[in-house]
């Protein structure tokens, strides 16, 4: 490699793109699993109060709950992608895999009246969260762009609902987001001086963890005892991360190339990434007849406004980059039926689906994101003042491709499914 090549040879590098939108639990990045009962009508829970949880679904719901009460639980679910590349790059035929293992979504709410029509609560859960990890690091075709890349949230969610009438409640929180983010790749030399692709550094990015504030709003009605109607909202929340960005020389055995490659990698140094997540409004209405409870919600999520990332750097402003996402708002529907059995024994089931709002082009290693349908299904074994809630559900994603104009030259289809297995546990002191 000439001296010429060494100024623009990492630059060239750094110029790759860093993010591709994919797939997660609800639309886009969205985490609704919140509370086994509510999975257990496939998320359709905006209409109805039957547990502190509606802190996240409604947050008018806790106005009809009594006295105190707690509701802890968490829930175990897998998520995992085979990609098949369709050409030029990578290759027809080639195999990759991400699978993230068991991941953990805890969460946790608490309400409690403080007058005949007052009641307060705070949930803690996460409400977004994506990750990819793709097997074979020093050989996966995608490498240049994601090998192992997160994007994780927390929501500490503070909430008051008040009657207005004996059926008509309001309710509002303050949506305290707690994030992360986090980004591996390898660096390859460009121009490039090997018959094959060749990392010579990688680069990581970490951030600590970040706080934007946000909030919520709700209304419940119940026009009769069987019949009740919801309505959400939730704000969005832009947070910049403070991240420190590494960059580690991997060794090619070439001296020229390698001696190129330490004079102009950067060194360690402080960086900023930013990001918005989405708003979103849901309604509801759910009927009770006898046994039987049936709700149907609809959802609109704001995604227009994860339109970019940004990446900038503290000590080398040439590397800074705008990365479009370019993101649609979008909709989710899912439909739920719970079944009394005697005085102890609930069962429920429910079905979902999720529109992406990810455009095909910009589907990749990091955000592979497609329409899924979720198949749910649960019960509840009730004790006295004691609940526990426990569900099982399943995710099919549509199989998506890039079609060939993937704005990151790395073509192919990509095909998930995820498992999920939770229970909550809920106690009214």
């Not at 004996?166 to 018959?195: E, H, I, K, Q, W």
């Amino acid at each position: 490699m000439t001296l010429a090549l060494r100024g623009r040879a990492l630059r060239a590098l750094l110029a790759l793109p860093l993010l591709a939108p994919v797939s997660a639990r609800a639309s886009g990045f969205a985490i609704e699993s919140q509370g086994a009962r509510a999975m257990g009508f496939a998320g359709a829970y905006v209409a109805q109060a039957a547990d502190p949880s509606a802190i996240f679904y409604n947050a008018a719901g806790i106005g009809f709950l009594k006295g105190k009460q707690l509701y802890v639980g968490g829930a175990f679910a897998s998520l995992s992608t085979d990609f098949t590349g369709s050409g030029p790059y990578p290759a027809s035929g080639t195999l990759e895999k991400s699978d993230v293992g068991l991941g953990v979504l805890p969460a946790f709410y608490y309400s409690q009246q403080v007058g005949e029509r007052a009641v307060i609560g705070l949930g803690v859960s996460r409400p977004f969260g994506v990750r990819s990890q793709w097997d074979n690091p020093d050989s996966f075709t995608g490498r240049y762009i994601c090998l192992e890349c997160q994007i994780s949230s927390w929501s500490i969610n503070p909430t008051i609902a008040y009657k207005i009438a004996d059926r008509f409640a309001v309710g509002a929180g303050l949506d305290v987001r707690l994030s992360t983010f986090s980004l591996s790749r390898r660096l390859g030399a460009n121009p490039n001086p090997f018959p094959v692709p060749t990392d010579v550094a990688e680069l990581t990015l970490d951030s600590g963890t970040d706080t934007g504030v946000g909030f919520n709003v709700g209304l419940l009605a119940s026009p009769t005892e069987n019949l009740s109607f919801g309505l959400s909202y939730r704000h969005e929340v832009t947070i910049d991360h403070s991240a420190q960005a590494n960059f580690v020389q991997i060794l090619t055995g070439n001296t020229p190339v390698d001696d190129a490659v330490a004079l102009a990698l950067p060194g360690s140094q402080p960086a900023t990434v930013g990001f918005t997540y989405p708003a979103s409004i849901a309604a509801g209405v759910a009927l009770r007849r006898g046994y039987w409870t049936i709700e149907a919600d609809f959802q609109w999520m704001l995604w227009s406004s994860f339109d970019q990332v940004t990446i900038t750097y503290a000590n080398s402003p040439a590397y800074d980059s705008v990365f479009p996402e370019e993101w649609s708002s979008t909709w989710r529907g899912a439909l739920g039926v719970e079944y009394l059995i005697g005085d102890d024994w609930e069962v429920r089931g429910g079905f979902g689906y999720d529109h992406s709002p990810a455009p095909t082009d910009t589907i990749g290693p990091f955000i592979h994101d497609a329409d899924r349908y979720t198949f749910g299904a649960g019960g509840s074994w009730k004790y006295e003042q004691l609940r526990l809630d426990f569900n099982v559900r399943y995710v099919a994603f549509r199989a998506s491709s890039t079609l060939g104009i993937s704005r990151y030259d790395y073509n192919g289809s990509y095909e998930t499914g995820g498992l999920q297995a939770g229970a909550s546990l809920g106690y009214r002191f």
